[in-house]
């Protein structure tokens, strides 16, 4: 299949590091931008953590960091500007309009379009949500631009101050690094949880530039009949979750899988399994950890009967300590946990669970 | 009623093994399937065909290969199935990719007007989930992406009713033909085919278009040169250097191991002192 078509950026041959100008025109563009995305009056996390990304490349290429709040007018999209400062921007694009009350792909196309034509960033960057990911291939084909997807790392090449963006392929077994070449803006989308949040600071300000939408409603063909919110009580939240013990196929039956519940509640942390578990309807969907599931960054996570695939480690790697737990001294979860025990996860675990309980005891006693 | 499906025939990543050595992806043996979120797509459209009557034409870009993939879709009850094959097209990224399919597309309303495109979500093997709003921009077609359910189609007023997958909730939408919809996974199953649809998928006389055919305008916005994205390299995710600190006691016992990790762990990791228990009841 290597003569093939490719119509992804799976990836073709690499091209190298290839040698061009960029047209002066292009040069002009300026300044990176993060879209600040955000449904029912509340912004999605992951635009202070690209915000936080973004802040570097900024730095790095010594032009400003921009947010793009797209909103209805009043305190609300204002205040998302004041919060992109604490997070990071030096000034943010703001477009208020009636229009912009609920996500439309139509409206927002068009003023994230015009921004951009007007204001000229050379880089552009969304959360690869719903939201973005719709928004995003909308926008790119508007100006005709490169988009590279659920990017994992950005970096600046030091040769043509372009847009390095690296993304897993071919089911997360490779990295690829993305390059777009003689078009402007170089646009990317990176999934939630991916970046690490920055430090907010509630000392930084920054200038607002004002720009209209300049469109009617009638001239918009979608309407929104209504919003109906997801129960979150239901839902578990393993992105934000700060300890999550999670199971895998090491632990052999579904009726074993109570010793992750055990462990689960005497931590307060919440559960996670890899993809064959769910697969096989241990656990609900939203427990999937891993890049066809939740990527997550807590403080303290404990894999039992895990192996460490690369689909999985994607997912939690970022988290600050690994517990790692499997009868094989040789699964690759060793390779990149904190701490490791050689064992049968269905003793170890129940051990540990004790454990803890009797750390917590000790530690209550000690007030 | 006419709905146009676009799929592609993908590698099945679960099969896919990386050279250990050369890091190259082994690629041999791999079995090609229809990418498993557009089936997700045509089976919405089968449904919609089956309530409101009309037809579903199937429409894949690719090698000469990708045959398979579209004879598949008529087994499954597709009434046509377009190839949309050139070397032209050969490195084509989600940009190029969206312009040949939305010149293709165009060719097909010569003979019959579309009034829906439908595309998978996103692919197994690129994951970008670019190409369906690309195309719906290039055809000036109303987007909907993400869609749970289709609960109300009016071909008269060619007005559609869709729930749509949002953050934090479900968006209920309404909007006129023609539209391009992407399909959530998990809210429906792709049918059985049946021997009769199995037995016409096999003779099928597909239709093979080239640049031509597919009515290419631009050649120059195709394949590499019509793609703003390069990749630059590929390479395998670096192991980590420092590897797990193995506890290790000198009974082995679970409750040793255990103990002996928790005061290790909060010797070196204090913070945790503090996350511990916090929100447990
Ligand atoms: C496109 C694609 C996307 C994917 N996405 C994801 C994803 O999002 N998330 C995900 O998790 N996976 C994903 N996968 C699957 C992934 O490749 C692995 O197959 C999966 O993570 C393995 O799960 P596991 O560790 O539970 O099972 P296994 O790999 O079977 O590992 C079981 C482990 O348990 C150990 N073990 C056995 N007995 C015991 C015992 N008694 N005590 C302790 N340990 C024991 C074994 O040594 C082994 O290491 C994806 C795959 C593909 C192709």
């Given at each position: ?308 695939a690369v689909q999985h480690r994607v997912g939690m790697e970022a988290s600050d300590v690994i517990i790692a737990i499997n009868s094989d001294p040789n699964a690759p979860i060793f390779d990149f946990a904190t701490y490791g025990i050689v064992g049968n996860a269905m003793t170890i675990l129940p051990a540990l669970t004790e454990a803890f309980r009797q750390h917590l005891a000790t530690a209550k006693l000690a007030g | 009623m006419h709905i146009v499906v676009c799929i592609k025939q993908v590698p099945d990543s679960a099969q896919i093994r990386v050279h250990p050595v050369t890091n190259t992806i082994m690629r041999q043996g791999v079995p090609a399937i229809v990418n498993p979120y557009d ?243």
């Amino acid at each position: 299949m290597s003569d093939a078509n490719e119509t992804s950026q799976a990836p073709k041959k690499p091209a190298g590091r290839r040698k061009f100008e960029l047209d002066p025109a292009l040069a002009a563009y300026k300044g990176v931008w993060v879209f600040i995305e955000h449904e029912r009056g509340k912004v999605h996390t992951v635009s202070w953590e690209l915000l936080g990304e973004g802040r570097k490349l900024a730095d790095k290429l010594g032009v400003e960091l921009a947010g793009v709040v797209l909103g209805t007018p009043g305190d609300m999209s204002r205040s998302f500007c004041a919060e992109a400062f604490r997070h990071g921007a030096d000034l943010c694009y703001l477009m208020e309009d009636e229009l912009l009350k609920d996500y439309r792909n139509e409206p927002f196309t068009k003023g994230l379009t015009d921004l951009v034509n007007r204001y000229q960033p050379e880089i552009l960057l969304l959360g690869a949500t719903t939201q973005g990911r719709d928004l995003a291939g909308s926008v790119a084909t508007t100006l005709q631009t490169g988009l590279t997807a659920d990017c994992t790392e950005l970096a600046i090449d030091p040769e043509n101050r372009s847009l390095a963006a690296t993304r897993p392929t071919f089911g997360g077994s490779l990295l690829c690094t993305i390059v777009t070449l003689n078009y402007r803006p170089q646009m990317a989308t990176v999934r939630p949880r991916v970046m690490a949040m920055p430090e907010r600071d509630e000392s930084r300000s920054g200038r607002i530039v004002e720009h209209p939408l300049g469109i009617v409603e009638a001239s918009i063909i979608t309407k929104v009949l209504e919003f109906i919110p997801d129960n979150l009580q239901d839902k578990p939240q393993l992105a934000f979750a700060d300890i999550i013990v999670a199971g895998g196929r090491g632990l052999k039956k579904p009726e074993n899988f109570h010793l992750i519940w055990e462990l689960a509640k005497v931590l307060g942390a919440e559960v996670g399994a890899t993809r064959p578990l769910v697969q096989d309807g241990w656990v609900e969907a939203d427990r999937q950890v891993g890049q066809s599931g939740k990527t997550v960054r807590p403080k303290l996570y404990i894999a039992a009967g895990i192996s460490g695939a690369v689909q999985h480690r994607v997912g939690m790697e970022a988290s600050d300590v690994i517990i790692a737990i499997n009868s094989d001294p040789n699964a690759p979860i060793f390779d990149f946990a904190t701490y490791g025990i050689v064992g049968n996860a269905m003793t170890i675990l129940p051990a540990l669970t004790e454990a803890f309980r009797q750390h917590l005891a000790t530690a209550k006693l000690a007030g | 009623m006419h709905i146009v499906v676009c799929i592609k025939q993908v590698p099945d990543s679960a099969q896919i093994r990386v050279h250990p050595v050369t890091n190259t992806i082994m690629r041999q043996g791999v079995p090609a399937i229809v990418n498993p979120y557009d089936l997700y797509s045509l089976e919405e459209a089968l449904r919609l065909k089956d309530k409101y009557g009309g037809r579903v034409t199937v429409l894949s870009m690719g090698p000469p290969q990708a045959e398979a993939a579209l004879r598949k879709a008529i087994s499954f009850g597709a009434d046509d199935a377009i190839l949309v094959t050139d070397r032209v097209f050969a490195g084509s990224d989600t940009l190029a990719t969206s312009y040949a399919l939305a010149s293709a597309i165009r060719q097909i309303q010569k003979d019959m007007p579309v009034d829906m495109v439908f595309a998978g979500k996103q692919t197994i093997d690129g994951d970008t989930a670019q190409v369906g709003p690309g195309i719906a921009k290039r055809l000036d077609m109303q987007l909907l992406t993400y869609v749970s359910s289709i609960p109300a189609l009016d071909m008269e007023n060619r007005e559609i009713t869709v729930e749509r997958r949002a953050e934090g909730g479900v968006q209920v939408l309404r909007t006129k033909l023609p539209c391009l919809v992407t399909v959530l996974e998990g809210n429906n199953e792709m049918r059985f085919a049946t021997m009769a649809n199995m037995f016409r998928a096999a003779r099928y006389p597909l239709k093979v278009w080239d640049k031509d055919g597919a009515g290419i305008e631009d050649i120059t916005k195709t394949g590499l040169k019509g793609s703003p994205t390069i990749v630059s390299k590929v390479f395998a995710p670096t192991a980590k250097t420092v590897k797990a600190e193995i506890i290790d006691t000198e009974s082995n016992q679970p409750k040793d191991l255990a103990v002996t990790l928790l005061a290790k762990m909060f010797t070196q990791h204090p913070q945790l002192q503090r996350e511990i228990g916090k929100s447990a009841n």
